[in-house]
């Protein structure tokens, strides 16, 4: 009957913790990283834009700054609140743009290409998702926007 001695099982316990901490230090600690950071591996604290200096900030409903680049959200069209047709449009632009701030701080995000890099100003045109869906549906959804149609309606 093989036994296993008390001093040859504590060494031999000892031995493959010390290895397993050393893996683990070396290694830069347990892996963090999850699936929705694989995913929607864009994280900021966004602000509403003003003035001149913009790098990560909400503009409007349909437009953001974003680590120094301007980008139009592709699959939507907001309200206007630089020029609004009416009063009740520059309402609903702004409720689109604060709403859009939120939606962008409540986690990661992606940034998918369009089959155009950039509009005639341009700002990058991207699809903005988390966990596959569209943050510009949810606008949508919400009476907010309305799904591009290629031009701006009025919404007077």
Known sequence: MNTVR??????????????LFLVIFFSGGPATTSAA??????????????????????????????EG????????NTPEISSPGCAAEERLGQQAKMRLQALLNQGG????????????Y??????ITRDGRSLGETLVAEGLA????GTRRNWC
């Open 122 to 127: 341009g700002r990058d045109l991207r699809i």
């Open 6 to 19: 008390w001093p040859h099982f504590i060494i031999l316990t000892a031995g493959l913790c010390t290895a």
């Open 146 to 149: 309305e799904r591009w149609q």
């Open 69 to 76: 680049r301007k980008i139009r959200i592709a699959d939507i």
């Open 37 to 66: 950071t694989a995913i929607d591996p864009n994280r900021a604290s966004f602000g509403i834009c003003f003035g001149p200096e913009r790098v990560t900030c909400v503009v409007d409903g349909d437009t953001i700054w974003f």
């Open 109 to 120: 995000f992606s940034l998918q290409s369009i089959d155009r890099d950039q509009d005639q």
